[in-house]
């Protein structure tokens, strides 16, 4: 074999490598959007989970806080339960409010996850990262002790629902609250639609 056809062969080789490396790397892109796009996924998994767990141990009290024990107990029917009904559920969980208006009696409920994780970032003008959010939260809430993982399947459930924006820096993924939450927690709605007039 001569120089020249040895020198074809390896240049051959090189260019097929480079061609192999560049495909690999597409499919490794590919692979980790997918797997992204699956974590996300498993938030909210966890969340609606988290819901509905937290929905069946509030239906299942006896009588309700506006009762007095001598009132019937009423039962819901097993059947499919509207949207709405879940919605109210949640509305009355996080407010503390009975489906009357009533505070409830007893035992007060601690703020969701997702709430004090807002409350936090509401603190902050520039993106944080999930470790430092949860960090955060020891320190301020020493009686919620949740995961590191807990905390960005939260964060990522806040982000599907619009409520939280995710920057990614380098490796590094990094949450901000959404202008619009922002705007609506300060109350400067009405001002920045008067500014864009």
Not at 7 to 22: C, G, I, K, M, P
Not at 71 to 94: E, N
Not at 139 to 164: M, S
Not at 167 to 181: F, N, P
Request: a positive charge; aromatic letters at 2%; hydrophobic letters at 30%.
């Amino acid at each position: 074999m001569t120089s020249q056809s040895a020198a074809t062969l390896r240049s051959r080789y090189v260019v097929q490598a480079a061609s192999d490396l560049e495909e690999n790397r597409r499919r490794q892109q590919e692979l980790a959007e997918k797997i992204r796009m699956l974590e996300q996924e498993e938030a909210l998994l966890v969340d609606i989970l988290a819901l509905a767990e937290r929905y069946e141990a509030s239906s299942d009290r006896s009588p309700l806080p506006e009762q007095t024990p001598d009132d019937p107990v009423l039962t819901r029917k097993p059947g499919p339960r509207s949207v709405s009904s879940g919605r109210a559920a949640r509305r009355a969980a996080q407010t503390g409010r009975g489906p009357a208006g009533g505070t409830a009696k007893g035992k007060s409920r601690q703020p969701l996850l997702g709430d004090l994780l807002m409350g936090l970032l509401e603190g902050h003008h520039e993106p944080r990262l999930a470790k430092e959010l949860r960090d955060e939260l020891l320190r301020k809430h020493p009686d919620r002790n949740p995961t590191p993982q807990v905390v960005r399947n939260t964060l990522e459930a806040l982000v599907a629902k619009g409520r939280v924006r995710r920057h990614k820096q380098q490796r590094s993924v990094m949450y901000t609250l959404a202008e619009s939450t922002a705007r609506a927690n300060t109350g400067s709605g009405a001002d920045a639609s008067d500014d864009a007039r």
